[in-house]
C-alpha cells in the first residue's frame, strides 16, 4: 500500500498528501531555479527531514529514558552547490536552554541524532554538519 499519493498542480508546484492521516504539504522550486519560493522545495524537505528525524529518535530515546525535549529547538540550513545542482551540505544546529545537566543523557541522544534513519540514508557525500548547543 503506498504511504504518499502526490500530483503536479502546475507552475513547478506539488501536492503531496500522506495517506495514513490525511496531512498534506506542497512544494515549490526555489526562486534561484525559476520557482516562486512560496513552500518547500524538494530540497529543503530534505533537510528537514533530517533534523526532524534527529529529533523524532531523540525524544524516543529520551521518552524511554523517563525524559522529555521540551523547549529543544533547531535551525537547518540547507547548501547547495550549482553543477551539478545538488545538496552538497546540510547544517543543522540544536539549542536547548534548559536541558537536564545529566551529561551521560545527553551524549546518548547527541549519539542517537546522528545514527536516525534520515541520517544513514543520506549520501555520504552530503556532508552532515549537527551542531548541539547543550
Not at 522529555?68 to 545538488?86: A, N
Request: charged share 20%; aromatic share 6%; proline share 5%.
Amino acid at each position: 500500500m503506498p504511504t504518499i499519493k502526490s500530483s503536479y498542480l502546475g507552475n513547478l508546484r506539488t501536492t503531496s498528501e500522506h495517506l495514513q492521516s490525511g496531512n498534506s504539504i506542497i512544494t515549490d522550486a526555489p526562486v534561484d531555479n525559476n520557482g516562486q519560493g512560496q513552500a518547500f522545495s524538494p530540497t529543503d524537505l530534505v533537510a528537514a527531514a533530517l533534523a526532524n528525524c534527529m529529533v523524532t529518535i531523540m525524544g524516543i530515546v529520551a521518552r524511554r529514558d523517563g525524559m522529555d525535549l521540551d523547549g529543544l529547538e533547531w535551525e537547518t540550513t540547507k547548501v547547495m552547490q550549482s553543477d551539478p545542482r545538488k545538496i552538497s551540505e546540510i547544517q543543522v544546529e540544536f539549542h536547548w536552554s534548559n536541558a537536564p545537566e545529566d551529561a551521560k543523557f545527553l551524549q546518548k541522544i547527541k549519539n542517537a541524532a546522528k545514527t536516525c534513519p534520515v541520517a544513514l540514508s543520506i549520501d555520504p557525500a552530503i556532508k552532515q554538519n549537527i551542531k548541539f548547543n547543550f
